[in-house]
């Protein structure tokens, strides 16, 4: 292909080339023609399937990124008919090799190169290799390029297996990072994109296809499902075409891939709509009275799930877990905001959890029902003592967030003995495993403290929770040992471009829970210490989180339930590699810190991606007057898990979501607490909105910032509202509870009110 001087991103021992397929009833190609697209053929004509086909590609360079060529490749069929075919854009590398690092976001890290287990759900470590502080990283039966280099190494994915669809990898030895953009799809569905490694890893071969026809296909821990996709039957006339854009630029590390990555992943899907639908505070409402009918359990807390969820079946998974999915968590901000009922009751939840649910080691029990506690091992759970890490490093980070709260809300407050014993012994448990072990592990015996699974960044929560410890009881012992964790994390993790096993269910697959706890607590360090080196990393693992976010509004199948109700799917936020969907917020955080890392940075990535999450999130809860779900509609004030793009659960999986009351409730619950519906910089003039209302500055009155706010829904809105200088922005963290004196602009349904600052 010939290229310009001021498009030298495709290098001139790469080729270029069309291929196109055939297939008989089947996702398995029957015929193929490889059409060469090099030097001066940048079209060609070719018999193929039936039919006559014109074959071209374009390249010029990209009007707004100097290091990036914009590709246009077309399929035509002029003459006849081809009754089962696609089209595929590839790029063939000569230069490939083992250790370039490809990501491909939200279902590929390192392309998932790492020790694979085949297990049923829930999977967990059983071999003796796996047991012990250092098993090699293990994953589950999950697309991925192999680490035996005699066996066949590929990956075939549609674009709805990722938050943006595109191909993007590191090179180490070249010094150099590429990432190849396209669309969601077109007329024929979604694309496909596939990456296949020669037998000797020396060579690969980068394609987009139209329309995606996987041979063999992903469902639930099983990479070898007999696929469903067909080829598309293309008259005279009909054609394919796949846009591109290709970037190609020097890359001294993996993060150089991330922070570019972060800067371009919209540039073909381009800007987001944000459509308002609910307000954070209705949104409130409907689930504290939700959270009061359905998930209080008389034995003294709140449950993570439904009273007919955990009596049904013995579903003990419903009942409580401590951290993770939420338990121990939503008691923060139904303390912070909520009726007299419900601080009782998040009260007695937390006397609960340092009582009955702590163990005599002062390890918080994972799971407990029905009168007594269970492991955290899914396959043995009477003989085993294991509790997950992540857990830990919930529960300590938010009993002293919520330690923050109750002070802030009564300057007097002291914390029961109970409280404060319970707190105190997890710190010096987890401190004591790390002077140990030299890390945290995954899952540890709840008696004795030891590692019985090592590895992983389930921890990453624990540096943010010791470091709020250390600050709360004065104990540097805590604060520096929070420091040492998390440059361990940053030195280990973050450098390394994975973050793995956050989720208890997951082994150690790459996930995006992992990977935004770790940046909540990069970010408490800069916060309690002022020091501003942690905003190095936090910035890095930032970026590295933006790749778990869906960063256009997918379009679902119009006959989907999420098509119907017209669903934005920005900003959700997707699970893992192995739990193939998108979720509606991050797990079980607000993502505040995004604004804190952005008041500090200036970055306005972090800002954009916290307001597309946090805008987005009340529309996937289930209301009277907007039920959500297919098969039975939920009842107000349940949230599922599920924003499903890919086909992990079948075609007809695509746009729904499976009835249930999940985690993501207690993200919301977080949002209307942390986010700011309003924030304003009066001195510059800044407003930025995250609510579902309008605002528009108007004249100053007296010198100060006067708004015009409207709230165009259904539901009044109780916007709070945070406002400080520039300055303050730059130099002053906000630090925990931020909100809590925060005023509040009450905006009826469907009026405009005026503010002064």
């Known amino acids: 292909m010939n290229q310009t001087a001021s498009t030298p991103v495709i290098p001139a021992a790469w080729e270029i080339r069309a291929r196109l397929q055939s297939f008989a009833g089947s996702a398995e190609p029957v015929e193929c023609l490889e059409v060469p697209l090099a030097g001066d053929k940048q079209s060609a004509a070719a018999d193929f399937a039936g039919a006559r086909w014109a074959v071209s590609c374009t390249l010029r360079p990209a009007a707004d990124r100097p290091d990036a060529v914009d590709g246009m490749l077309t399929c035509r069929v002029t003459a006849g008919a ?50 012990g502080p250092a098993p090699a990283t293990m994953i589950t039966d999950v697309p991925r390029l192999e680490l035996d280099p005699h066996t066949p190494s ?10 943006t669809p595109c191909i993007t990898f590191f090179a180490p030895a070249g010094g150099y990072a590429c990432i190849l953009l396209t669309d969601q799809g077109g007329v024929y569905g979604n694309h496909g994109v596939r990456v296949c490694e020669d037998g000797d890893r020396r060579r690969a071969v980068l394609a987009i296809e139209a329309p995606c026809v ?19 039957r293309l008259e005279t006339g009909a054609e394919i075409v796949i846009r591109f854009r290709l970037f190609r630029f020097p890359a001294a590390d993996v993060q150089a891939l991330y922070d570019r990555f972060a800067e371009v992943r919209q540039d073909l899907t381009g800007p987001v709509s944000l459509r308002h639908s609910l307000p ?96 955290d091992h899914f396959r043995q759970v009477d003989s085993t003592r294991w509790v997950m890490v992540r857990r830990l490093g919930d529960v300590l980070y938010f009993a002293c967030k919520q330690f923050d709260l109750l002070r802030k809300q009564d300057p007097g407050w002291v914390p029961p003995p109970v409280w ?25 015996d709840w008696d004795t403290w030891e590692i019985v699974v090592g590895g992983s960044t389930a921890g990453a929560m624990v540096p943010g929770g010791l470091a709020l410890a250390g600050a709360w009881f004065r104990e540097p012992r805590y604060s520096d040992a929070a420091a040492r964790l998390a440059r361990h994390f940053s030195e280990r ?30 970010v408490v360090l800069y916060e309690t210490t002022g020091d501003r080196a942690w905003l190095t990393p936090a910035e890095a693992m930032a970026r590295q989180c933006l790749t778990w976010c869906a960063s256009y509004d997918y379009q679902f199948p119009a006959e989907s339930w999420f098509g ?3 669903m934005c799917a920005a900003g959700s936020v997707w699970a893992n590699v192995q739990n193939k969907h998108s979720a509606p917020g991050i797990c079980t955080l607000s993502g505040d810190s995004l604004l804190k890392l952005w008041r500090a940075t200036g970055c306005n990535l972090y800002l954009e991606q916290l307001r597309q999450t946090a805008h987005n999130l009340p529309q996937y809860l289930s209301r009277a007057d907007r039920p959500v779900g297919e098969a039975a509609h939920m009842p107000p004030g349940f949230m599922c898990e599920r924003v499903n793009f890919s086909d992990w659960e079948g075609v007809g999986g695509i746009g729904g979501n499976l009835f249930g009351s999940c985690w993501c409730e207690v993200s919301m619950l977080l949002t209307a607490v942390e986010v700011p519906g309003i924030y304003v910089q009066p001195d510059v003039r800044r407003i930025e909105v995250f609510d579902h209302v309008d605002v528009v500055a108007l004249a100053p009155v007296a010198g100060r910032m006067r708004l015009r706010i409207t709230n165009p829904t259904a539901f009044e809105a109780r916007v709070k509202l945070l406002a400080e200088s520039s300055r303050q922005a730059r130099e002053c963290p906000l630090g925990q509870n931020a909100l809590w004196a925060a005023p509040v602009v009450v905006v009826p349904a469907g009026q405009t009110v005026e503010w002064v600052v």
């Open 280 to 375: 954070f505070s209705a949104a409130w409402a409907i689930q504290e009275a939700k959270y009061n009918e359905h998930n209080w359990n008389p034995a003294g807390y709140y449950a993570v799930g439904v009273r007919k969820d955990w009596d049904a079946g013995d579903n003990k998974y419903q009942d409580w877990q401590v951290g993770w999915v939420g338990g121990g968590m939503a008691t923060l901000p139904l303390l912070f905001q909520g009726t007299t009922e419900s601080r009782a009751r998040a009260l007695r939840t937390l006397d609960w959890l340092f009582s009955v649910g702590t163990g005599p080691a002062g390890i918080p029990y994972g799971v407990f029902h029905a009168g007594r506690p269970f492991s």
């Open 154 to 163: 590929g990956l075939h994915l549609s674009t709805g297996d990722e938050t």
């Open 82 to 131: 081809a009754a089962a075919v696609n089209a595929a854009l590839e790029l063939v590398l000569p230069d490939w090799d083992a250790a370039h690092f490809l990501m491909l976001p939200a279902a590929a890290y390192n392309g998932n190169r790492f020790a694979a287990r085949f297990q049923k759900y829930p999977p967990i470590a059983t071999d003796v290799a796996d047991l």
């Open 564 to 566: 119907r109700l017209g």
């Open 420 to 444: 404060e014993k319970g707190v105190r012994a997890l710190a010096d448990g987890l401190v004591g495993v790390f002077a140990k072990y030299g890390q945290l592990g995954q899952f540890l």
């Open 493 to 522: 993790d973050v450098v390394a471009g994975v973050t793995t096993g956050g989720p208890g269910e997951i082994l150690q697959g790459p996930d995006s829970e992992s990977a935004f706890a770790l940046l909540e607590s990069l």
């Open 214 to 232: 996987r041979a063999r296909l992903y469902t639930m821990l099983n990479s070898n499902t007999a696929s469903w996709d067909r080829g598309a």
